[in-house]
């Protein structure tokens, strides 16, 4: 699809979301669920002014305000709102934060928003942020909730409290006995290298 088609289709979908009482419930999860995957598209500033708008994350945190029992709408706004601040600067705000948070341990959402909160600037003076990494490995789906975890440790890894290595070993430890091929032994091998020294 080139850029030009793009713009075309983001600005309807904006435009459509925008007047989202109007809709269906079905109509809104597909209008949503489209619109989820156009901040994932290969970065172009062409779409700059179309997600970095904070007027429309707004709409997007109304519909998740009506619509918080939906999981997997929920999921597909976290996904959307996040990829909008970490793709295209879209400027995080207290209630984009408190969204964020309000699902960060729900059963089939706080993985995903596992992917974008610790990156939240907001996040930063967030006080049980170290029990919080170390639940998101037991959160559902697993392999969304491992990965997640696993991205934060590395991103972390200089940071790690002393009475949180441990178990960020033994989690690493199972992952080298679990992994199949040598890349991935030696992957998680270094992590722990990492996290002991």
Known sequence: MDTKKNIENISLLKEKMSDWRKLSDEELFLAVK????????????YYQDLFNDPKFSKTLLD????????????VLLVSAIGNMIQRYDLPESKEIYEFML?????????PYVAIFLP??????????????FM???????KKVAESSFETIMDLYLEKIPEHYKTEAIQYFNKKVEESNNEYGKQYYQDIINK???
């Open 102 to 110: 309000e699902n960060s341990d729900k059963s089939k959402i706080g």
């Open 34 to 45: 489209e619109f989820e995957k156009m901040p994932r598209l290969e970065v172009s500033i």
């Open 119 to 132: 990156r939240l600037k907001n996040f930063e003076s967030y006080d049980k942020k170290w029990e919080y």
């Open 135 to 141: 639940n998101i490995k037991k959160m559902s789906p």
């Open 195 to 197: 996290i002991k020294s």
């Open 63 to 74: 519909i998740y305000n009506k619509h918080k029992d939906n999981t997997k709408l929920v």
